[in-house]
T-cell receptor, first 113, second 112 residues
Framework: QQQVKQSPQSLIVQKGGIPIINCAYE??????FPWYQQFPGKGPALLIA?????SEKKEGRFTISFNKSAKQFSLHIMDSQPGDSATYFC????????????FGQGTTLQVKP | EADIYQTPRYLVIGTGKKITLECSQT?????MYWYQQDPGMELHLIHY???????EKGDLSSESTVSRIRTEHFPLTLESARPSHTSQYLC???????????FGNGTRLTVT
């Protein structure tokens, strides 16, 4: 059972483009939605996160849009740079003692110079 | 600078060997996790712990076992490695469900 579905699997854009990565979730109890960025040979690192009481959050060139009724959220990267080339994972979790994160399948982004 | 450390970084071993993957964190986090990740693919939770002497199996069935005797240390053991265990294993720690999860750089395991 895939609780968080992510698309597309891979994405290629030109420098300056705005790649968009989408995620959909099933469990309405989820109340924390982070995005992680992973470079080759490294572990994932938190990029930006949002809670469902907010429809949009921006941090630098990265924006999360959240649609609670549709159970969907997306990551937009403004003015993308070759250094943004990485694998991006959306995730979801809910208030509990364990703090488990459920990850999406990942999107490999390539930004061409 | 990584505050969570995994060793070894790479490991190639033969079938049937017993191995232990080490994971240590210096942040005092109660919650620690092991994820399995095949190249370019999603992360699957195989074990987690929310404190000393507490361990639970994750969503993906795994033949590995874990222990949590000290807050900072969360090793993963495979009693008898098989080629199907070939994968990358990522350790992580965090304060709470809505706080950043800190990942190590992983152990890439190859079983021949």
């Amino acid at each position: 059972q895939q609780q968080v579905k992510q698309s597309p699997q891979s994405l290629i854009v030109q420098k300056g483009g705005i790649p968009i990565i989408n995620c959909a979730y099933e469990n309405t109890a989820f109340d924390y939605f982070p995005w992680y960025q992973q470079f080759p040979g490294k572990g994932p690192a938190l990029l930006i996160a949002i809670r469902p009481d907010v429809s949009e959050k921006k941090e630098g060139r990265f924006t999360i849009s959240f649609n609670k009724s549709a159970k969907q959220f997306s990551l937009h990267i403004m003015d993308s740079q070759p250094g943004d080339s990485a694998t991006y994972f959306c995730a979801a979790s809910r208030a509990s003692n364990t703090g488990k994160l459920i990850f999406g399948q990942g999107t490999t982004l390539q930004v061409k110079p | 600078e990584a505050d969570i450390y995994q060793t070894p970084r790479y490991l190639v071993i033969g079938t049937g060997k017993k191995i232990t993957l080490e994971c240590s964190q210096t942040m005092g986090h109660d919650k620690m996790y092991w994820y399995q990740q095949d190249p370019g693919m999603e992360l699957h939770l195989i074990h987690y712990s929310y404190g000393v002497n507490s361990t639970e199996k994750g969503d993906l069935s795994s033949e590995s076992t874990v222990s949590r005797i000290r807050t900072e240390h969360f090793p993963l053991t495979l009693e008898s490695a098989r080629p199907s265990h070939t994968s990358q294993y990522l350790c992580a720690s965090g304060y709470a469900y809505n706080s950043p999860l800190h990942f190590g750089n992983g152990t890439r395991l190859t079983v021949t």
